[in-house]
């Protein structure tokens, strides 16, 4: 009797693929599929799969004061926080462009007027240098200004000085 079914079976799956092609190729899908989940499963050295790690914590360790102090000062629009998180630096070549505490507070009220709002900011994690300088690395979901109304991941990378204060933006 199971005999019969399986014979009755093997015969309707070849009659099947061979009227229809496009069921061998989905029959040839699932078979390989299958058999890389076994064989995954049963953990064959051949396949085993590793990420290199990095040299910094993802989500480990503390911001530093400045990086926070910038990205608090971006999320509130307090142009003197993002400032006062500046280096001497950096102050320096951004007054040399003709910027100012002044007209930094002035494009954050426009920006705010404009509907411009950072939903999530992230630390991901940081990597310090022999010089005492280090990197670290942000994920900010930003939305606005209101001609844009979806939500848009943005990458930071600070660059601090041996004191703790920001050199570069990126």
């Known amino acids: 009797m199971v005999g019969r079914v399986l014979k009755r079976i093997l015969h309707r799956l070849i009659r099947g693929v061979v009227v229809h092609p496009i069921r061998f190729v989905i029959l040839l899908v699932a078979l390989m599929a299958g058999a890389s989940l076994v064989a995954l499963q049963a953990g064959l050295p051949g396949l085993s799969l590793s990420l290199p790690s990095p040299s910094f914590r993802v989500g480990g360790g503390s911001a530093p004061n400045a990086t926070e102090s910038y990205m608090k000062g971006t999320e ?95």
């Open 76 to 170: 509130t629009f307090n142009a003197e926080l993002v400032w006062n998180a500046l280096s001497d630096e950096a102050q320096g070549r951004y007054r040399s462009r003709g910027g100012s505490m002044q007209a930094l507070q002035s494009q954050m009220d426009q920006a705010k007027q404009a509907g411009a709002q950072l939903e999530q900011v992230t630390y991901i994690g940081g990597q310090a240098f022999s010089d005492g300088s280090s990197m670290h690395f942000y994920t900010v979901l930003t939305r606005g200004p209101q001609s844009r109304t979806d939500a848009e991941p943005i990458p930071y990378v600070f660059t601090l000085d041996k004191t703790g204060k920001i050199v570069r933006v990126q």
